[in-house]
């Protein structure tokens, strides 16, 4: 459960025009997204066969970075910049793209690559579902 929406709604003045349910999914997705890539990372750097799962690791990390700048940028309502949000959005799908594949990659030997690829994949459609809608 997260504070998203009553954060949001609480902004004292009007907000850019960005449908708030979208906007609401995607900011929750993608923190759900940056705290399952760290944890895969974590897990793989664990795996006692760890070298085969460093584009793994680096990816989920890449991926988990991008995911928490785009919540930052997409929490605040002043200054908006929607050309910036725009490529923040797209960076982050790809960023969460590349993680899908590498996870995906792992996923029938490694519980966590399964995980952190669906939140990846969510995370993905729920900002291209942002993007679409502006």
Same mark, same amino acid.
């Given at each position: 459960?997260?504070?998203?929406?009553?954060?949001?709604?609480?902004?004292? @003045?009007?907000?850019?025009?960005?449908?708030?349910? /979208?906007?609401? !999914? &995607?900011?929750?997705?993608?923190?759900? &997204?940056?705290? %399952?890539?760290?944890? =895969?990372?974590?897990?793989?750097?664990?795996?006692?066969?760890? #070298?085969?799962?460093?584009?793994?690791?680096?990816?989920?990390?890449?991926? #988990?970075?991008?995911?928490?700048?785009?919540?930052?940028?997409?929490? @605040?309502?002043?200054?908006?910049? %929607?050309?910036?949000?725009?490529?923040? /959005?797209?960076?982050?799908?790809?960023? =969460?793209?590349?993680?899908?594949?590498? =996870?995906?990659?792992?996923?029938?030997?490694?519980?966590?690559?399964? !995980? =952190?690829?669906?939140?990846?994949? @969510? &995370?993905?459609?729920?900002?291209?579902?942002?993007?679409?809608?502006?």
């Amino acid at each position: 459960m997260t504070d998203v929406a009553a954060m949001l709604n609480a902004y004292p @003045r009007e907000r850019p025009q960005v449908n708030d349910d /979208l906007l609401v !999914i &995607c900011i929750q997705e993608a923190l759900n &997204c940056a705290q %399952a890539c760290v944890s =895969c990372a974590d897990a793989c750097s664990a795996d006692p066969s760890a #070298a085969h799962l460093a584009q793994c690791a680096g990816a989920a990390l890449n991926c #988990a970075d991008m995911a928490t700048a785009v919540v930052r940028v997409l929490s @605040r309502s002043t200054p908006y910049d %929607a050309d910036v949000t725009t490529a923040a /959005l797209r960076a982050l799908a790809e960023a =969460c793209r590349a993680c899908y594949g590498q =996870c995906q990659k792992h996923a029938l030997e490694l519980e966590c690559c399964q !995980i =952190c690829g669906d939140a990846c994949r @969510r &995370c993905a459609q729920a900002c291209q579902r942002l993007l679409r809608q502006g």
